[in-house]
């Protein structure tokens, strides 16, 4: 034992640090592979990260790994680097990082191979069916015929028709080496003979793909475009070069619902490029399918959602991060990952260009160009001949809303469908209504473990909070007097019946986290939009995503002012590229589009901003305040929250762990808090946090790596449930 090889085993666990095993008896697992190892009274899959000489452990303690899963390593040299890297920049357990970066097959051990499992004759047992070896067993002699008979060999369905118990027999031939067993990848490339012809780019679009092309090396670029002003198009051309070179692109889209549309757009233009997908809505074979091919360098094009940032690349080229801006990159549960920052850092590792593409980047993004470090390319006008939109007001001071519709919003929509447009609705809150009220005594139904109001489900029957998943039946009376309860304010849900009662000959389609339940529930509804069955689009942040619907005309923002007042530094921000993003869906075409906002704040500077001078000058200003306020990307956060069932507790470990920090090292970074957090009761739990606030990023990352050991060793740390997030980009 004194000779083996120690092995550093990162294990889904929430531990900073890996474990170390001793090698199975007679192998040398390197660095990427997996193995299968005995796991306090269990078993549980690892990744080999390192081998040692030496354990801090005493040899009488050490155990042995069970068995290698992988005949070479999984993970590659660059993709461990990755994980390492991320683990320690975002101070979360290697062995959870691992897991985050393979599909949920392989965490739980499955062989890798994905194939189809075949079986066929080797030499030996072409031989043996010839000379009739077999003939005193009938159902081996009848395998050993049907095999000779399938040059690719049979699988298990078809050897079934051959001998109904043909398994044994199987396992006999394969014991006599007459029959082997294999995996047949019989993975269908895309469909199309033709690939679709490109466009003519506009010189702006020319501009930003030759200076993307020409980049040697690491490059970031932030591509900056209006909403239908061709960012597509720009990736579209740059990965046709990388194909060209025989490299592979990886795409990132903030939401699966982005994908069926851009996957088909890219599937036309690249018929035989092998695109793969990888989000959350497949399977777990089709997930680890995908994730395999791009391994092995069959894909030239990947495209997912976040987590396939960590995707290993066989001929790495580009990096795409589509709606760069977007939120839907930053995991906000569990290991807290930047997709979007992982990419850039990925893409310098690998020394191949990397594009952040928006029409209204994030603050961040915007200061990195300005500041030199990323290249920004713009792309100023929309394609073809559409104009941008018009924008109009309307004051609901002056105008009263019936079930979330004023007049004017009502007589554009029907004069928008009479000329045979579409009309696409926005209004960000789902349900028929926010709430139910008594006016008797103004109670309304709270959630028992939220403090948030509980949501009508009409056509369900149900009330619900949207924080903690909690529902039951309507309430019938007022809990408090006994009074009638009634539905206040407007939903999707209320919006679509009163839309219908409007607009009755007019097919609507609503999307929301409600009506797309089911794996193909989003593919659907955009279906009947992009065909121009559906007349009327109704949706949630979902139609925010940079969805291309060139039949709309007519865009309404049902209510302006959610986020006008928001507590988080970046409700601005976030606001400011909803409404930009929304607005942009219409008059995308030939025909122009109008834009209607609903709002009681018409006046209000960031409306008025926005409308009269875009989101370049909005930035402008918003990033000036951040400056002088001393938030990011002026500076650079860490967020320690903490949780429990009553308040005290939760305040108690935030305040020690504060105290903990005090004696580290505090130099130029300011530690504020503890605070509950702004919804403090969630989920029956009671929510606290601690902000950390540092003028760079080292002076951060230095602090963070010894604050999370101390707190760590507090006495209520085994027993608190807290978590470290940084680079925190909701405050909640």
Same mark, same amino acid.
């Given at each position: 034992?004194?000779?083996?090889?120690?092995?550093?085993?990162?294990?889904?666990?929430?531990?900073?640090?890996?474990?170390?095993?001793?090698?199975?008896?007679?192998?040398?697992?390197?660095?990427?592979?997996?193995?299968?190892?005995?796991?306090?009274?269990?078993?549980?899959?690892?990744?080999?990260?390192?081998?040692?000489?030496?354990?801090?452990?005493?040899?009488?303690?050490?155990?042995?790994?069970?068995?290698?899963?992988?005949?070479?390593?999984?993970?590659?040299?660059?993709?461990?680097?990755?994980?390492?890297?991320?683990?320690?920049?975002?101070?979360?357990?290697?062995?959870?990082?691992?897991?985050?970066?393979?599909?949920?097959?392989?965490?739980?051990?499955?062989?890798?191979?994905?194939?189809?499992?075949?079986?066929?004759?080797?030499?030996?047992?072409?031989?043996?069916?010839?000379?009739?070896?077999?003939?005193?067993?009938?159902v081996q002699s009848r395998l050993l015929a049907a095999l000779a008979a399938a040059a690719d060999g049979l699988d298990a369905d078809a050897l079934a028709t051959v001998a109904a118990r043909w398994r044994p027999a199987a396992r006999e031939l394969e014991r006599r080496g007459w029959v082997r067993r294999r995996r047949h990848d019989a993975w269908e490339r895309d469909a199309g003979p033709v690939a679709e012809p490109a466009p003519t780019p506009t010189p702006a679009q020319a501009e930003a793909v030759a200076s993307i092309t020409a980049a040697d090396g690491f490059q970031p670029f932030l591509l900056q475009g209006v909403t239908g002003s061709g960012k597509t198009e720009v990736y579209l051309r740059c990965i046709a070069g990388q194909l060209a070179a025989g490299r592979q692109s990886l795409v990132l889209v903030p939401e699966i619902g982005l994908t069926p549309q851009l996957v088909a757009r890219f599937r036309r233009r690249f018929p035989d490029a092998g695109s793969v997908v990888l989000h959350s809505g497949l399977?777990?074979?089709?997930?680890?399918?995908?994730?395999?091919?791009?391994?092995?360098?069959?894909?030239?094009?990947?495209?997912?959602?976040?987590?396939?940032?960590?995707?290993?690349?066989?001929?790495?080229?580009?990096?795409?991060?589509?709606?760069?801006?977007?939120?839907?990159?930053?995991?906000?549960?569990?290991?807290?990952?930047?997709?979007?920052?992982?990419?850039?850092?990925?893409?310098?590792?690998?020394?191949?260009?990397?594009?952040?593409?928006?029409?209204?980047?994030?603050?961040?993004?915007?200061?990195?160009?300005?500041?030199?470090?990323?290249?920004?390319?713009?792309?100023?006008?929309?394609?073809?001949?559409?104009?941008?939109?018009?924008?109009?007001?309307?004051?609901?001071?002056? &105008?009263?809303?019936?079930?979330?519709?004023?007049?004017?919003?009502? %007589? /554009?929509? *029907?004069?928008? +469908?009479? #000329?045979? @447009? !579409?009309?696409?609705?926005?209004?960000?809150?789902?349900?028929?209504?926010?709430?139910?009220?008594?006016?008797?005594?103004?109670?309304?139904?709270?959630?028992?473990?939220?403090?948030?109001?509980?949501?009508?489900?009409?056509?369900?029957?149900?009330?619900?909070?949207? &924080?903690?998943?909690?529902?039951?039946?309507?309430?019938?009376?007022? %809990? /408090?007097? *006994?009074?009638? +309860?009634? #539905?206040? @304010? !407007?939903?999707?849900?209320?919006?679509?019946?009163?839309?219908?009662?409007?607009?009755?000959?007019?097919?609507l389609v609503r999307l929301d986290r409600d009506s797309t339940r089911g794996r193909d529930g989003i593919a659907q509804r955009l279906d009947e939009v992009a065909s121009g069955r559906a007349r009327i689009l109704l949706g949630t942040q979902m139609l925010t995503k940079g969805h291309d619907f060139p039949g709309v005309t007519l865009v309404g923002i049902i209510d302006a002012d959610q986020g006008l007042f928001g507590t988080d530094f970046r409700a601005a921000e976030k606001l400011a590229q909803t409404f930009v993003q929304v607005s942009g869906r219409a008059g995308r075409a030939d025909r122009p589009g109008e834009v209607y906002i609903q709002t009681l704040f018409p006046d209000h500077p960031l409306l008025q901003v926005l409308v009269r001078e875009g989101y370049e000058r909005f930035a402008e200003e918003a990033l000036a305040e951040r400056r002088a306020a001393g938030w990011p990307p002026f500076s650079f956060l860490a967020m320690l929250r903490a949780e429990a069932v009553a308040r005290e507790p939760a305040l108690a470990f935030l305040a020690r762990a504060r105290a903990a920090g005090e004696d580290c090292d505090t130099t130029d970074?300011?530690?504020?808090?503890?605070?509950?957090?702004?919804?403090?009761?969630?989920?029956?739990?009671?929510?606290?946090?601690?902000?950390?606030?540092?003028?760079?990023?080292?002076?951060?990352?230095?602090?963070?790596?010894?604050?999370?050991?101390?707190?760590?060793?507090?006495?209520?740390?085994?027993?608190?449930?807290?978590?470290?997030?940084?680079?925190?980009?909701?405050?909640?």
């Open positions: 034992m004194s000779g083996d090889a120690i092995l550093k085993v990162a294990i889904d666990a929430p531990v900073m640090g890996t474990f170390d095993y001793l090698a199975p008896a007679g192998t040398s697992p390197q660095p990427g592979q997996r193995l299968r190892v005995p796991f306090r009274s269990g078993k549980r899959v690892g990744v080999v990260l390192a081998t040692a000489k030496q354990s801090a452990l005493p040899a009488s303690r050490l155990r042995r790994a069970l068995e290698v899963l992988d005949p070479e390593p999984l993970l590659d040299a660059p993709l461990l680097a990755l994980l390492d890297w991320a683990s320690g920049y975002y101070q979360h357990p290697p062995g959870e990082v691992c897991a985050t970066a393979m599909p949920r097959l392989l965490r739980h051990g499955r062989d890798a191979d994905t194939g189809r499992l075949v079986w066929q004759l080797t030499p030996a047992g072409r031989s043996a069916q010839e000379t009739g070896a077999a003939a005193r067993a009938p399977t777990d074979l089709q997930r680890l399918q995908a994730w395999q091919r791009a391994r092995a360098g069959q894909a030239g094009i990947i495209i997912g959602t976040r987590s396939a940032v960590f995707t290993p690349l066989a001929r790495p080229g580009l990096i795409v991060v589509d709606e760069e801006h977007d939120g839907s990159f930053k995991q906000q549960d569990g290991f807290r990952y930047s997709a979007r920052d992982i990419a850039v850092w990925r893409a310098r590792q690998l020394g191949v260009p990397v594009v952040l593409g928006s029409a209204t980047p994030s603050l961040e993004s915007l200061a990195n160009a300005v500041a030199g470090r990323y290249r920004r390319l713009r792309l100023p006008e929309r394609t073809g001949t559409a104009g941008h939109p018009s924008v109009h007001f309307v004051d609901l001071r002056r &105008h009263v809303a019936t079930d979330g519709l004023a007049q004017p919003l009502v %007589a /554009a929509i *029907g004069r928008h +469908l009479d #000329a045979g @447009g !579409q009309v696409l609705l926005y209004l960000n809150r789902r349900g028929y209504a926010p709430t139910l009220m008594c006016p008797g005594c103004g109670q309304c139904v709270e959630c028992g473990r939220c403090d948030a109001r509980m949501v009508l489900h009409r056509r369900e029957r149900r009330i619900s909070c949207h &924080h903690c998943g909690a529902s039951r039946p309507v309430p019938e009376r007022c %809990a /408090a007097c *006994g009074g009638e +309860l009634f #539905a206040v @304010g !407007q939903g999707t849900e209320r919006l679509e019946a009163a839309l219908g009662e409007l607009f009755s000959g007019q097919p970074l300011r530690l504020l808090g503890p605070a509950p957090a702004p919804m403090e009761r969630r989920a029956g739990r009671y929510r606290a946090q601690v902000l950390v606030e540092a003028a760079s990023r080292s002076r951060l990352q230095q602090f963070l790596a010894t604050w999370r050991e101390r707190v760590a060793a507090l006495p209520e740390a085994g027993h608190t449930r807290w978590s470290l997030d940084v680079d925190p980009v909701d405050l909640f």
